[in-house]
């Protein structure tokens, strides 16, 4: 069974860092792009950041740029986002998904994603 499966969120102060990660079973990850995707309490879930199967490939929405940064270890099966300098504007569920793509291409729209973890809190505040 395909699962993917989010950890690493929880309470930190502004200006903070986490580490999330995401650990695929029953697949292997090396054959799809991967994206972390955040909903914010009352709003539409947003593309953060995505990164191709390659791992050449990334993209991040304009107000994690600088600050987030994705990488993935295929070996491993796992995928990572690490969040710096976090602001409370960051507050929401983030989700790890996974689509089929080609080597080089990963994408931001929530439409392309086949497969979606449970989400893992983030919480930034004093």
């Known amino acids: 069974q395909l699962q993917l499966v989010e950890s690493g969120g929880g309470l930190v102060q502004p200006g903070g860092s986490l580490r999330l990660s995401c650990a695929a079973s029953?697949?292997?990850?090396?054959?799809?792009?991967i994206g972390w995707l955040r909903q914010a309490p009352g709003k539409e879930r947003e593309g953060v950041s995505c990164?191709?199967?390659?791992?050449?490939?990334?993209t991040y929405a304009d107000s994690m740029k600088g600050r987030f940064t994705i990488s993935r270890d295929n070996a491993k099966n796992t995928v990572y986002l690490q969040m710096d300098s976090l602001k409370p504007e960051d507050t929401g569920v983030y989700y790890c998904?996974?689509?089929?793509?080609?080597?080089?291409?990963?994408?931001?729209?929530?439409?392309?994603?086949?497969?979606w973890g449970q989400g893992t809190q983030v919480t930034v505040s004093s």
């Open positions: 998904a996974a689509f089929r793509a080609a080597y080089l291409y990963c994408s931001n729209q929530r439409f392309e994603y086949d497969y």
């Open positions: 029953g697949f292997a990850l090396n054959y799809y792009a």
């Open positions: 990164i191709s199967r390659s791992g050449s490939g990334t």
